[in-house]
């Protein structure tokens, strides 16, 4: 079953250290190298400025719109953190819900209420925020063989909650979870370990976990990454973002980008954020002017 590590320490070293530790660990793919892995990545998440440092200095790099979206760490939803033979290392944004149920979009981009399994092994650690609760169950991949509607022996494990420093390792095709909305933003930092080539050719899937059925394979979708890390900034910059954020909001060459960028400054910087809407309206782009009402 998905298991909760005790990686327990205070610790704290910055992202090159925690890819060069996991790098050294010879077999990073086997299970049983879980401990090491969970304790370095655990190590990572006490430190609470690598990556409000890395999206300051992304914003300071933007470019023009199409050449970031190909260029771009950054998804919707997923920071890609970097990693080394065997691993990925992510970071995964969990915005709450305004309202009581997640809306369909809310649901298809972060999942909430969506049952499904992963294609690799993972570890993943509460980051920031109270962090997401989980329902745990489990299934037996070798007794099924994927397809839609297939009948599925699924069982529950546990409802348990992704907090602060919190350490858990999902199994590939075996632990299937869905995430229910946190009560607040929350950060969690995951480390991918498996073959590339391996994951590519296995699926995933969504679950519909009271009828006991595969619902349909898990498809990738592509959503900007600049709307992510300007709304990521909102919630986690500090006194730099607002300057990078001024900076892009004033400078950059499209219309929906500048628009984000004064939306983010409104919420991280609410002191000054009838300045900010201010700014917005007197925009050249109506676009942005329409935001700013």
Same mark, same amino acid.
């Given at each position: 079953?998905?298991?909760?590590?005790?990686?327990?320490?205070?610790?704290?070293?910055?992202?090159?250290?925690?890819?060069?530790?996991?790098?050294?660990?010879?077999?990073?793919?086997?299970?049983?190298?879980?401990?090491?892995?969970?304790?370095?990545?655990?190590?990572?998440?006490?430190?609470?400025?690598?990556?409000?440092?890395?999206?300051?200095?992304q914003i300071?790099?933007?470019?023009?719109?199409?050449?970031?979206?190909?260029?771009?760490?950054?998804?919707?939803?997923?920071?890609?953190?970097?990693?080394?033979?065997?691993?990925r290392l992510?970071?995964?944004?969990?915005?709450?819900?305004?309202?009581?149920?997640?809306?369909?979009?809310?649901?298809?981009?972060?999942?909430?209420?969506?049952?499904?399994?992963?294609?690799?092994?993972? %570890?993943? $650690?509460?980051?920031?925020?109270?962090?997401?609760? @989980?329902?745990? #169950?489990?299934? !037996?991949? +070798? =007794?099924? &063989?994927?397809?839609?509607?297939?009948?599925?022996?699924?069982?529950?494990?546990?409802?348990?909650?992704?907090?602060?420093?919190?350490?858990?390792?999902?199994?590939?095709?075996?632990?299937?979870?869905?995430?229910?909305?946190p009560d607040?933003?929350?950060?969690?930092?995951? %480390?991918? $370990?498996?073959?590339?080539?391996?994951?590519?050719? @296995?699926?995933? #899937?969504?679950? !519909?976990? +009271? =009828?006991? &059925?595969?619902?349909?394979?898990?498809?990738?979708?592509?959503?900007?990454?600049?709307?992510?890390?300007?709304?990521?900034?909102?919630?986690?910059?500090?006194?730099?973002?607002?300057?990078?954020?001024?900076?892009?909001?004033?400078?950059?060459?499209?219309?929906?980008?500048?628009?984000?960028?004064?939306?983010?400054?409104?919420?991280?910087?609410?002191?000054?954020?009838?300045?900010?809407?201010?700014?917005?309206?007197?925009?050249?782009?109506?676009?942005?002017?329409?935001?700013?009402?």
């Amino acid at each position: 079953m998905t298991l909760t590590i005790d990686a327990n320490t205070n610790d704290v070293i910055d992202l090159p250290e925690c890819v060069r530790l996991l790098s050294g660990i010879k077999g990073i793919s086997r299970r049983e190298r879980m401990d090491d892995a969970a304790r370095y990545l655990r190590m990572l998440s006490n430190n609470k400025s690598f990556l409000i440092e890395l999206v300051n200095r992304q914003i300071c790099e933007a470019q023009p719109l199409d050449a970031y979206q190909q260029s771009s760490n950054f998804s919707q939803q997923i920071v890609d953190l970097g990693g080394g033979p065997g691993f990925r290392l992510r970071a995964n944004m969990w915005p709450r819900c305004v309202a009581d149920a997640p809306a369909d979009w809310e649901r298809s981009l972060f999942a909430y209420q969506m049952p499904h399994d992963h294609n690799a092994d993972f %570890l993943t $650690v509460g980051y920031w925020g109270p962090g997401y609760e @989980t329902d745990i #169950y489990e299934y !037996d991949p +070798e =007794r099924t &063989v994927g397809f839609e509607g297939e009948q599925v022996d699924i069982r529950f494990l546990e409802r348990t909650r992704l907090t602060n420093g919190k350490v858990m390792f999902y199994r590939a095709n075996r632990d299937i979870h869905t995430q229910l909305p946190p009560d607040d933003f929350s950060i969690s930092i995951n %480390l991918l $370990v498996a073959d590339p080539e391996a994951v590519q050719s @296995t699926k995933q #899937y969504w679950f !519909d976990v +009271e =009828r006991g &059925v595969i619902s349909s394979s898990v498809e990738r979708l592509d959503y900007s990454p600049f709307v992510f890390l300007c709304r990521l900034a909102s919630m986690v910059g500090d006194g730099a973002t607002i300057n990078v954020l001024e900076k892009l909001a004033q400078g950059h060459s499209d219309a929906r980008i500048r628009a984000e960028a004064f939306t983010a400054l409104a919420t991280l910087d609410p002191g000054s954020s009838l300045r900010h809407w201010r700014d917005a309206s007197e925009d050249v782009d109506p676009y942005v002017q329409r935001v700013a009402r």
